[in-house]
């Protein structure tokens, strides 16, 4: 009966210490997942920094101010002749397509560019759009 129960205590004993070494091997894989986690995170905090730094530099008023003279000449300053109250425009003139039956608000004819291409049809489109007869 003695030797039963030593054997009993030996096989607890033998299995309480595989599975505490177990226990301890997943652990310290958890921890260096953990670790490599938080360095993770540090590095794109640190990225996060860099760019909202580099979006403060870049929206910077006196840069935009001169990208913008640079790149859209056409877009001035507004002078006070430019502007003008609602009354002082001229009435839209009613055309064939439009007889000024439109509902107010509804968009108006096109014009320019736009209105051209409609009137041109398919003349307007580059080569490059334009669909052959066969349907392709």
Excluded: C
């Excluded at 009354?87 to 320019?112: K, Q, S």
């Amino acid at each position: 009966m003695r030797a039963v129960l030593l054997v009993v205590w030996v096989l607890l004993l033998g299995a309480t210490g595989a599975t505490l070494f177990h226990i301890t091997f997943e652990v310290e894989a958890l921890e260096s997942e953990l670790t490599r986690l938080n360095n993770e995170i540090v590095e794109e905090q640190e990225a996060v920094h860099v760019l909202e730094a580099e979006w403060s530099y870049q929206n910077r008023p006196a840069r935009l101010e001169q990208l913008s003279a640079d790149w859209l000449p056409m877009l001035d300053r507004i002078h006070p002749g430019q502007v003008m109250t609602l009354d002082a425009l001229p009435m839209r003139r009613a055309t064939e397509e439009n007889d000024g039956d439109d509902a107010p608000g509804a968009p108006a004819p096109p014009i320019g560019p736009a209105a051209d291409a409609d009137k041109r049809g398919a003349e307007a489109l580059p080569a490059s759009l334009r669909t052959s007869e066969g349907g392709t």
